[in-house]
């Protein structure tokens, strides 16, 4: 068997468009070469269904050779692939265009993407290896074989990951094998692949913690879903759709299956260039985190990350109990360097850590949610938080009988090479604290803040390096009630009076 399907990439052409072909008998493998010129790698992605219409492939055109397969089990298997029989019938293969990257990269030319469909063994770039999550024959393909209460780690303590991040899948350079090579490296815990519009059926043998999750990419910004379950329903919707005003009903019936299904819904870079966050009329109810920290050793990222940290204490000033988060955002080989780095995009850069009793998927989600974290750039912050003889953790209410209390808050400043300068922020207002250094490239600080019960209070940590550089976030502890004047996006921006 071969056929060759041939794609047409410009301004004019559909952001979704499929071709069906035949398969003549039941095959083995069913390989797919794709041929594409250099500009238009990163511009779409390829999904294949099978004669049922289940899809069984869907995979972006990225870095790397493009021969992709579908076969019976996971070594045999492109990654975004679903093993199992390639049954005779029609099939269909389809094209995917992200229109951003054809406007910025391919203005008005034309080019032509050739897919090679057959049965003649190729090298497989990319397979899924030993773990498979989905099964054939699933619609949705739901995870029908992850185990969501595997026990990683049975300690009770801070476990280090990445919320943020990409493979080969989508627009990363890194295999799934690498990107644990590196995640080793940075002693991470936790794992969390969030493709573009994609998502990964399967992972390399591992024992880092590997949670499903997805970056929904539109024109108008990107928000990652965290613990997904299956594909979510209207991905396809929103590629198809994306540039249009149609598009913002997909977006919003996603956030609302989120909610639905318990995934964690988390808003990505909203101020950084062309993919600051664009869509004002979001409800903030929809959305339980905030990217505050994206990829920092990219060029443009400093300034919009402190905008981001800005913009999630104008949420906590206004009521909205959301939780900062970081992201890596990593795409690059770890020899690579953005203009003007002196440090590579790498996952674990910045790290999320997480407090968790034992670490599973199941527990780490339940934390996320609960906002369990701190948020650092290779360091680590251990923080202490006691009010009335009882222990806190970020993102607790302070729970006390009496009007006014003081908490005590106490941190371990771990990694650091000089000393660091250190804010208490409560409710909005900056104060600096005493910094001591227990040993070398540690520090601790210790610091009380009287709280009212009666009214809204919040108290986050933020520790920054003797040039005013990021090195580490907590989320708040709050107490008290406040009845929110914002409900959407737009309306804390204006609040906020830059936007």
Known sequence: MRENINFTISREADNFHKESFGVPYELETLYLEIKMPE??????????????????????????????????????????????????????????????????????????????????????????????????????????????????????????????????????KETTVHAMEKAKKMEM??????????????????????????????????????????????????????????????????????????????????????????????????????????????????????????????????????WGVGGSDSHNLEEERYEGANLPSIPGDPATYVFCEELSPENLMEQVKKGHMCVTRYCQVKPKIYAEGKEYLPGDEIKTDKEKTVLTYEAQLLGISEEPTVFIIKNGEKQQIKVQESSTGNYCIKAEIEMDSSIWNWVRLEVRGKQGEFLAYTNPVWSGSMRSNYSRVEEIWKAMGEH
């Open 39 to 172: 500009e238009c790698r990163y511009m779409g992605f390829v999904i294949l269904w099978d004669e049922t219409g289940v899809i069984r492939l869907q995979k972006l055109l990225g870095y790397g050779e493009q021969k992709l397969a579908v076969g019976i089990d996971g070594e045999h298997t492109t990654i975004g692939g679903v093993p199992g029989k390639v049954s005779k019938g029609e099939w269909k293969l389809g094209i995917g265009i992200f229109t951003e990257y054809v406007q910025q990269r391919l203005g008005d030319k034309t080019e032509v993407l050739e897919v090679v469909l057959t049965d003649r063994e190729i090298p497989i770039a990319d397979p899924i290896g030993a773990q498979v999550w989905v099964e054939e024959g699933t619609p949705k393909m739901s995870f029908e074989n992850y185990n969501w209460k595997e026990k990683y780690q049975k300690e009770a303590r801070w476990y280090k990951g990445d919320l943020h991040t990409h493979t080969r899948l989508s627009d990363g």
């Open 189 to 322: 815990d936790f794992y969390v692949p969030t493709e573009h519009n994609l998502i990964h059926t399967g992972w390399c043998d591992t024992d880092i913690c590997v949670l499903p999750g997805i970056e929904i990419t539109t024109d108008r910004g990107h928000f990652n879903l965290f613990g997904i379950t299956e594909m979510p329903e209207h991905v396809l919707d929103i590629v198809r759709t994306n540039g249009t005003p149609q598009m913002e009903q997909y977006v919003e019936a996603t956030m609302k299956e989120a909610k639905k299904k318990n995934w964690i819904v988390s808003l990505n870079h909203p101020f950084l260039t062309i993919w600051k966050w664009q869509y004002g009329k979001t409800s903030l109810e929809d959305f339980q985190c905030v990217e505050i920290i994206n990829d920092p050793t990219y060029q443009d990222a400093p300034p919009s990350n402190d905008e981001a940290i800005r913009f999630l204490d104008a949420l906590w000033m206004d009521g909205h109990k959301i």
